[in-house]
Structure formats: structure tokens, C-alpha cells
């Protein structure tokens, strides 16, 4: 694989790769990922917080919170 370095500190380097991802490794050269990676992404304005996908906890909170009316309705009936 082939890496260019797009920005490097003292606690990581940013390298993108030929299919235009980015991957860091810290100063221990150990790969970070996810939430890790995603803010060493964000500090860098490499990335967008409105393009980050959003966490499996997030997604199934809200159709549970939108179910519970539509039960409470159903009793009242």
C-alpha cells in the first residue's frame, strides 16, 4: 500500500491513501480507529462532522422513542 503524509504532530500522522481515505497512526505507530481516528479527522478539518455516519446507539434510540406514542395511542382506543 501506498500512503502520502497530509499533515503530522506530535501525537499522529495523517496519510491518505490512493483511494482517497484517510488512515493516522499515533506516536506509538499504532493505527488509530474509529471514534479516535474520527477526531484526529475533525482536528485536522480533514473531515466534516455532518458527513461522519451516525452510531448504531443513536439510530436505535430514536425509532423506539417514536414507537412509544404510537402504542400509548392504540391503548386509548
Given amino acids: 500500500m501506498k500512503f502520502t503524509a497530509v499533515k503530522k504532530t506530535d501525537a499522529y500522522t495523517i496519510y491518505k491513501k ?9 506516536h506509538h505507530r499504532q493505527w488509530l480507529k474509529g471514534e479516535a481516528k474520527d477526531k484526529a ?11 461522519m455516519p451516525v452510531s448504531k446507539g443513536g439510530e436505535e434510540a430514536a425509532p423506539a422513542a417514536e414507537a412509544a406514542p404510537a402504542e400509548g395511542a392504540a391503548e386509548e382506543k
Fill in 18 to 26: 490512493r483511494s482517497g481515505h484517510y488512515c493516522v497512526r499515533d
Fill in 41 to 51: 479527522l475533525l482536528d485536522a478539518k480533514l473531515i466534516d462532522r455532518s458527513i
